[in-house]
C-alpha cells in the first residue's frame, strides 16, 4: 500500500533499512522507552476523547476540563510538604542574598521557564511602576527594586529560539543543557530549579549536574512518581539519589492526551514554583496576606477548574473551537493579537506544532514555507518592543559553532551545519505591529483579539474579539466571552494559569474536531527525538495491534520516506505515525 509520502515503502528496499534501525533502537535506547511512565500513559476519563467531540463539542471540552480536576487533590499535598517549603525558603534567601534564580527546562517546560522569568520581572516592574523590559538595563544602586529583577534567568533547551520553534533532538543531549548554565554563569549560592515534565529528559538532567558542579542549590521538578523513575531510568535514579537535590515530585496521573505533557503536567508546574513564588515574595516584602492563602491555593485552583466549567463558559470554549476548525478546513489561518499574556499564547500555540504535526512558525523574510495555522502579535508594539515587552528583557540566543559542538561530543550533524539559534535568527520572527500580507484578517483568514479588564484596549480593526474574565464591554462588543473571576496574585499566577488552561483546551479541542487525535492519542505527533520515537512506536503498537519491535520499524520506514520526499523537494503534513497506521489498515485512506 502506497503512504501518504508517495511512496510504495515495502518495495522501495526502506523496510529493510527500518527494520535495522528500529532493531538497533529497542536493543540500545532502552532509556528512552518509557511507556511505563504515568505522563505517556492513557488517561481513562479521556480514552474516547475524539469520538466524544466529533459527536458534541460541548461534552469533549468537558472531558479535556476534567483531567485538569487530577490537580488540585495534588497540589494539596505538595504544598504541605518539607520539599515545598524548602522551595519557598530557597527562594526568599535567594532574593535576600541578592543571589541568581534560574529556572530550566526543555519544551513545554523551557516555555513554562521562561514564563515564570517574566512574572518575577513583572513583579519588580510593577514595583518600581516602570514598563516592561526596563529593569534589564537598571544597574544602578538607585535602582535596587529594578536590580532585584534581574536575579532571574531562565534557560530553554535550544534557547529563545525555542519558544517558537522547537530545536531537533537538543534534549537528547546533557551536555547542551550543561553547556546553557555554564554560558548563564550561574554560580556558588545560585537556585536552578530544573523542571522536566517527566522527570528524565537528559538536557535538564544535564543542566542539573553542572549546577552542582558550581556549587547552586538545585530543586528538580517533575511529574512522574520519583520512585518509578529510580527503578526505570539510570539518569533519573543519578539525579533524584543525589543528596544536594531536593526533588517534587508533581505526579498526578496520565495527560488528558496521552503524552502530552504541555496540558497538566506544565499547569502542575506552574501552580506550585508559582506558588512557592509568590510566597517568597510576600515573606520578603512583608506582605503576608498571600502568605497565609499556603493551604487554600489548591482549592483557589479547582475553583478556577469548575469556573471554566459553568454551561457559558463551555460554550464560549466549543465556539471558539469550532470556528478555528472551520477557519483551517477552508484553508485559513488564524492571528491572535494581545499586548497582554503574548507570551502565554506563544507557549500554546508554538506547541502546536510537535504535537499535532501542524506547520512552524514562519520567519518574515521567508516566503516560501507554509505558513503557521495560528500566530501571535501584539498589535501596540513593533516587533523590536514586543519581543523585549513580552519577555520583558531582551531575547537570548546561542551562538554556538562547530568548534562548541564538537566539545560538547554533539554528533556531526551538528558541528557540520549548527543549527541558527542566535539572537539574529529570533529577530526573524515578527511578533509586533508590522503588517503581515499574508495573514489579512479577511476570509478565509480570522483575527481575533484578546482582552480583559486592566488590558490594553487598543482594539483590531477587523478582528473579532475574546473578552478573558470580565462581562463583555459595550463599546467593543465581543464575539466570545470567558466569565472567570480570579484570584488577586503580585505575579499574575492565576490570570497565568486561566490562559494555559483556557487555551490548551481550546487548541486540543480544535485538533480533536479535525480529526488529528484518536481516542486519546496524538497520532499526528512529530518524533523528532527518541522519547517521540518511542511514543510513536508504542501508539502505532496500540492502534496497530502489533508488537513494539514492528511498530517502531513502521514507524522508521514513515520517517525514512518523508526524508526522501524532502530530499526530492516535497513535503508532507503527515504525521510518520499517521502513514504507519494507514499502510497498516488502521487509518484513514
Not at 479521556?46 to 469533549?60: K, L
Not at 549560592?189 to 556549587?215: C, K
Not at 494581545?338 to 512558525?361: A, K, Q
Not at 559553532?401 to 564538537?406: I, N, V, W
Amino acid at each position: 500500500m502506497n503512504d501518504d509520502y508517495g511512496t510504495d515503502s515495502r518495495d522501495s528496499g526502506l523496510f529493510e533499512q527500518a527494520r535495522a534501525l528500529a532493531h538497533e533502537f529497542v536493543t540500545k535506547e532502552t532509556p528512552f522507552h518509557l511507556g511505563a511512565l504515568p505522563t505517556e500513559g492513557s488517561h481513562p476519563i479521556t480514552r474516547n476523547f475524539s469520538d466524544t467531540i466529533e459527536r458534541d463539542t460541548v461534552e469533549g471540552v468537558k472531558l479535556l476540563l476534567a483531567v485538569d480536576g487530577d490537580l488540585a487533590p495534588v497540589a494539596r499535598r505538595v504544598f504541605r510538604s518539607e520539599e515545598y517549603s524548602r522551595l519557598v525558603a530557597a527562594i526568599l534567601e535567594s532574593a535576600r542574598g541578592r543571589r541568581r534564580i534560574c529556572f530550566s527546562g526543555c519544551g513545554s517546560t523551557g516555555r513554562l521557564a521562561m514564563l515564570l522569568e517574566e512574572m518575577w520581572r513583572q513583579f519588580w516592574e510593577d514595583q518600581a511602576g516602570v514598563e516592561p523590559g526596563s529593569a534589564e538595563a537598571a544597574y544602578s544602586p538607585r535602582e535596587q527594586t529594578l536590580n532585584m529583577a534581574n536575579l532571574a534567568c531562565s534557560i530553554m533547551t535550544g534557547g529563545d529560539r525555542a519558544l517558537v520553534r522547537s530545536v531537533e533532538s537538543f534534549e537528547d543531549y546533557p551536555a547542551f543543557g550543561a553547556r546553557q548554565v555554564a554560558d548563564m554563569e550561574l554560580g556558588e549560592g545560585d537556585l536552578l530549579i530544573a523542571i522536566t515534565e517527566g522527570g528524565e529528559t537528559p538536557s535538564v538532567l544535564g543542566s542539573v549536574d553542572e549546577g552542582l558542579r558550581r556549587g547552586c542549590r538545585v530543586f528538580l521538578v517533575f511529574n512522574n512518581p520519583a520512585q518509578l523513575l529510580r527503578e526505570r531510568v539510570d539518569r533519573s535514579r543519578r539525579a533524584i539519589d543525589n543528596p544536594h537535590v531536593t526533588v517534587l515530585d508533581l505526579c498526578t496521573g496520565a495527560m488528558a492526551l496521552s503524552g502530552s505533557t504541555r496540558m497538566q503536567a506544565t499547569t502542575m508546574g506552574m501552580l506550585v514554583i508559582g506558588a512557592a513564588m509568590e510566597e517568597g515574595l510576600s515573606r520578603l516584602t512583608g506582605d503576608n496576606a498571600i502568605e497565609i492563602r499556603r493551604e487554600s491555593r489548591a482549592g483557589v485552583f479547582a475553583d478556577l477548574v469548575q469556573n471554566l466549567n459553568s454551561s457559558p463558559n463551555l460554550r464560549s470554549m466549543a465556539g471558539l473551537a469550532e470556528r478555528e476548525r472551520q477557519v483551517y478546513e477552508r484553508g485559513g489561518l488564524v492571528t491572535y493579537f494581545t499586548s497582554h499574556y503574548l507570551l502565554d499564547l506563544f507557549c500554546d500555540t508554538s506547541e502546536r506544532t510537535p504535537t499535532f504535526m501542524l506547520p512552524p512558525f514562519r520567519p518574515s523574510d521567508d516566503h516560501s514555507s507554509a505558513q503557521s495555522w495560528a500566530y501571535a502579535k501584539d498589535p501596540t508594539r513593533s516587533s523590536i518592543s514586543a519581543w523585549h515587552s513580552m519577555l520583558r528583557r531582551s531575547p537570548r540566543g546561542l551562538d554556538w559553532g562547530s568548534a562548541d559542538y564538537e566539545a560538547l561530543g554533539a554528533p556531526a550533524v551538528f558541528s557540520d551545519r549548527p543549527p541558527a539559534l542566535g539572537v539574529q535568527e529570533i529577530a526573524r520572527y515578527a511578533v509586533g505591529s508590522e503588517p503581515d500580507d499574508a495573514r489579512p484578517g479577511t476570509h478565509p483568514n480570522w483575527w481575533l483579539h484578546l482582552t480583559g479588564p486592566g488590558w490594553a484596549t487598543s482594539y483590531v480593526a477587523e478582528a473579532d474579539t475574546l473578552r478573558v474574565g470580565g462581562a463583555r464591554d459595550s463599546h467593543a462588543p465581543s464575539t466570545f466571552s470567558l466569565d472567570v473571576s480570579t484570584e488577586d496574585s503580585p505575579i499574575n499566577l492565576w490570570q497565568h494559569l486561566l490562559m494555559k488552561l483556557l487555551y490548551n483546551t481550546v487548541s486540543t479541542a480544535t485538533m480533536g474536531l479535525m480529526g488529528r487525535v484518536r481516542g486519546n492519542w496524538m497520532i499526528q505527533l512529530d518524533p523528532t527525538n527518541k522519547k517521540l520515537i518511542d511514543r510513536g512506536s508504542r501508539i502505532i503498537e496500540e492502534l496497530g495491534g502489533i508488537d513494539y519491535e514492528p511498530a517502531c520499524a513502521e514507524l522508521y520506514v514513515s520517517i525514512l520516506s518523508r526524508s526522501r520526499l524532502s530530499s526530492e523537494g516535497g513535503e508532507t503534513t503527515t504525521s510518520p505515525v499517521v502513514a504507519a497506521l494507514q499502510r497498516l489498515g488502521v487509518w484513514g485512506p
